[in-house]
């Protein structure tokens, strides 16, 4: 049987509606919160699956979501990356999964397994959340049945105790166990803004990839058969002083780089825009180049000599091959 667990934000919430509405008014609204959160649950839960495999250390298990109706899903790096014997459960349905690709950079892999027509979940876009918009998270626990949990956006970030992400990271303020890692993280409209990755010392909240940055590895998976980041080479100091509201100024155009090929980049531009994503300070290029695969033109908006231009440069290979236990990112991780 299902669980529905509340998290700790639903419970703050609780008071406030009382407070703010007292008597029945206070009583339906929190009513109504409830309703919505079990809504999302219903709708999703069945797109969700727990997910066992064997990796070096032995035994594992997470869990994952399917994201189209061909069999094809998203689990964590820690749960489908390196494990071998990968078992998805869905109900009481069993069948043996094949990675199609793992990212260690991202903390992400894509499964796939073979059955005529699966349940899924929408993709939404997390760039419409906010801190403190309402999330829901469906996962496997331990050896616990489908869980809901239900909390806040605490924050965007791309560095956690002093180590960074490959790319900027959803903070939610929902205690997750074991088991959890590769769940979906939900709007209130049931559809998939990220997926857990790590979770925050002494369990305090989680850090979910964004849906846009899993889909980015799917999309170079589709186009290449791998995955291809790619690099500008340049590297960033703050600005002095804001020009057209970023401080992202290139300090320095590293030799034999894409970006060295050409003279359209200088030391001293400020950045106010990398491949679509806006400029505002030098973790925004960090967060920007995560998106960008080799080989593909990147079109850049830059303020120099008191004057905006519009360049593009070429990218190339990311030098960089990390080691997985040291690429998926800050946190605990959730297998």
């Known amino acids: 049987m299902s669980r529905l667990r509340v998290s700790k934000a639903l419970a703050l919430l609780v008071p406030f509606f009382l407070f703010a509405a007292p008597g029945l008014k206070g009583q339906l609204a929190t009513s109504a919160v409830t309703s919505e959160i079990q809504k999302v649950f219903e709708r999703s839960k069945e797109a969700v699956v727990k997910i066992q495999a064997v990796d070096e250390h032995g035994p594992l298990s997470g869990t994952g979501f399917f994201i189209d109706p061909n069999g094809t899903l998203y689990t964590s790096y820690t749960v ?16 043996n999964a094949t990675r199609v690709i793992a990212d260690p950079r991202s903390g992400i892999a894509i499964l796939k397994v073979e059955t005529s027509r699966t349940p899924y979940i929408p993709l939404g876009k997390s760039t419409d959340l906010a801190i403190a918009s309402l999330i829901l998270t469906v ?8 869980t809901a949990s239900f909390g806040l956006i605490g924050g965007f970030d791309i560095k956690y105790l002093g180590s960074y992400f490959a790319t900027a990271h959803i ?9 959890e890692g590769g769940a979906p993280l939900l709007n209130m409209n049931g559809e998939a803004v990220g997926i857990l990755i790590s979770c925050i010392d002494n369990n305090a909240g989680c850090f979910a990839l964004p849906i846009e940055a899993a889909e980015k590895v799917r999309r170079d998976y589709m186009r290449f058969g791998e995955v291809r980041p790619g690099w500008l080479g340049i590297l960033i100091q703050p600005a002095e002083n804001e020009v057209e509201g970023s401080v992202a100024q290139v ?10 090929k050409s003279d359209a980049l200088q ?6 825009q990398v491949g679509g994503k806006k400029i505002s300070a030098p973790e925004d290029v960090l967060n920007a ?3 960008i695969s080799a080989g593909d033109e990147v079109p850049i908006k830059l303020a120099r000599g008191g004057k905006v231009m519009d360049i593009s440069l070429m990218a190339g290979d990311h030098p960089m091959t990390p080691h997985p236990t040291a690429s998926v990112g800050p946190g605990m991780q959730l297998h």
Request: charged share 25%.
């Open 80 to 95: 489908g990356g390196e494990s071998r014997d990968i078992v998805v459960l869905q109900g009481d349905k069993k069948f």
């Open 139 to 146: 996962a496997y626990p331990m050896d616990l049945p489908v």
């Open 171 to 179: 903070r939610a303020n929902i205690p997750v166990q074991r088991g």
């Open 251 to 260: 300090q320095q155009v590293l030799a034999d780089t894409p970006a060295s």
């Open 267 to 272: 030391k001293g531009d400020i950045l106010l």
């Open 289 to 291: 180049s995560f998106f």
